[in-house]
């Protein structure tokens, strides 16, 4: 019966080695945006988009005036680009298309024949090379020609991003099978409109912010819709959006109520209308922005209704949950009449929330960045909890460093501690996670930290035409994770930490 006894060795051996090993179909990839690589901004056809006009038009809010102008030059290195993304071994490349070079009017009446070929290529030879294409559809690079018709706070826009979408399906479905509509709407809302650190730059804290969200939820939907009933039963791809949630944790066990609040807020807000069985805005948000608007006097809610029809529109439009991780907060209920700093993500003041740190976070040298790897854990558990049993792809986490140094351990024990939780949300909690992203395959432009912060599991040196990438550390660590599809790695990397 000696395969009676090899089946017992192999299930034992399993055993052992399971704690640390992807389930089998786990996906490993790396991400990038185009604004943040490509380059080539005037090139062609090409139209300005709002980063364009944002980093030309106001170069103080960039560290060092910087802009994409050139970037990583991926327009022109894009096959260096899949020669590393080879090299790491990834299954997947998670890119993002830049919607003024393939429809330079914004909309479908002309489709660039450059953009076309650019996206291509790019597709052709990952295809080539057996890594599959991950395709963000919007990260961030409106036409500035839609921006002057009001951008994401103009209603339309949900019509000219499905109109959009319908263009990238028709050209690119037959050979891209994992769709992210939009990547962190919370970002180019939230962040844009309450403090206007990010294109285009307007400043309408608690107005503009949440007509923006809305818009999001709605051109979401919409382009999902368009793939349903045009694409899928063709093309047999899968779509959802992407959201960046912090963990937001209770300072301590009385502030479990505006942990939650505000975790409705940050997640509740982007999630609770597409992945919610009763769709519409998380209820106790919805509920606190009315109360507020009232007492200042207005005849309605700041945070714009949806309509039945509407709730009905963007439920359910989802075939996974894409999900990027980097940091987490502490949260407490501010007291009466203390200050709410200007916190970006969040209406923070008008859900009247303190966010804070704890002292044993290590922080990484960028100011934002405190490292808590268990929060991608508890995050995952959130989404499962609130949600239901939804496959999700993790499509970015990565570690922020201000410093271009090659041998970058802080990096390689950030992915390391944040692969063994995402282990026991898949082992412990039984979170259906799919894959797993590492922002970013390279450093690139860094939105409002121009070139100043860096992500790359390569180095790239801006100073050089070439734009020459060299491996850093991570690299090499994070190929042998994908290599031996677990966390059991002989790396000496690992062993020095
Ligand atoms: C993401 N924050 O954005 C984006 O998807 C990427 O384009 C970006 O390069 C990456 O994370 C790293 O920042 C974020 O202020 C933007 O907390 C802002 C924040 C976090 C993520």
């Known amino acids: 019966m000696w395969w009676l006894k090899a089946a017992v060795i192999s299930l034992s051996v399993c055993a052992v080695l399971g704690g640390r090993h992807f389930p089998p179909g786990f996906m490993f990839g790396a991400a990038s945006a185009a604004y943040q690589v490509e380059g080539a901004w005037n090139i062609s056809d090409k139209s300005l988009s709002i980063w364009d006009y944002f980093a030309h038009t106001y170069p103080e809010k960039i560290v060092g005036n910087a802009t994409g102008d050139v970037a990583c030059d991926s327009y022109n290195k894009w096959k260096t680009d899949i020669e590393i993304a080879s090299e790491l071994g990834l299954h997947f490349y998670r890119f993002s298309i830049s919607w003024t070079r393939l429809m330079p009017t914004g909309f479908p009446n002309y489709i660039s024949e450059d953009g076309k070929r650019y996206y291509n290529d790019l597709i052709n030879l990952l295809l080539e090379k057996r890594i599959q294409p991950v395709v963000t559809i919007y990260h961030f690079d409106l036409p500035q020609s839609l921006q002057d018709l009001g951008g994401w706070t103009n209603p339309l826009v949900a019509d000219w991003f499905a109109n959009y979408a319908r263009v990238v399906f028709s050209l690119f479905g037959d050979r891209v099978k994992i769709w992210i509509t939009l990547n962190e709407p919370i970002t180019f809302c939230d962040i844009a409109y309450n403090v206007g650190t990010q294109a285009p730059g307007y400043i309408s804290p608690g107005v503009g912010n949440y007509i923006c969200n809305k818009n999001t939820m709605l051109a979401h939907a919409k382009a999902y819709r368009v793939y349903d009933k045009e694409f899928r039963s063709k093309q047999k791809g899968k779509v959802s959006i992407t ?25 509740g807000m982007y999630c609770h209308p597409i992945f919610s069985k009763q769709g519409g805005w998380p209820p106790v948000i919805e509920r606190i922005i009315a109360e507020k608007s009232k007492q200042e006097g207005l005849p309605y809610s700041r945070l714009p209704t949806f309509t039945e029809e509407e709730i009905e529109l963007v439920k359910g439009t989802y075939d996974f949950m894409g999900f990027n991780y980097y ?22 003041s008008d859900i009247d929330i303190i966010l804070g740190e704890r002292r044993d976070w290590k922080q990484a040298d960028v100011w934002w960045f405190y490292i808590y790897p268990e929060g991608i854990r508890k995050q995952l558990a959130w989404l499962k909890e609130e949600y239901g049993d939804i496959e999700i792809l993790i499509t970015e986490n990565g570690c922020a460093s201000s410093s271009p140094y090659q041998y970058d351990e802080v990096r ?24 797993y992203s590492v922002w970013a395959l390279m450093d690139n432009f860094e939105w409002n930290d121009g070139y100043s912060v860096k992500f790359g599991m390569y180095d790239v040196d801006f100073r050089d035409p070439n734009r020459t990438r060299t491996p850093r550390a991570s690299a090499e660590y994070y190929a042998s994770v994908v290599k031996s599809h677990s966390l059991d790695v002989n790396n000496k990397i690992i062993d020095e930490l």
């Not at 007291?335 to 709410?340: A, L, V």
């Open 327 to 348: 940091t987490a907060r502490t949260v407490r209920e501010a007291k009466p009449g203390e200050e709410i700093g200007p916190w970006p993500f969040t209406g923070a």
């Open 243 to 267: 959201n960046e949630i912090f963990w937001l944790e209770a300072d301590t066990e009385r502030d479990e109520e505006a942990a939650e609040k505000a975790r409705q807020l940050m997640a």
């Open 412 to 435: 390689v024990e950030y992915y390391k501690d944040h692969l063994e939780q995402i282990l026991l949300s898949i082992n412990e909690d039984r979170v259906r996670v799919m894959g």
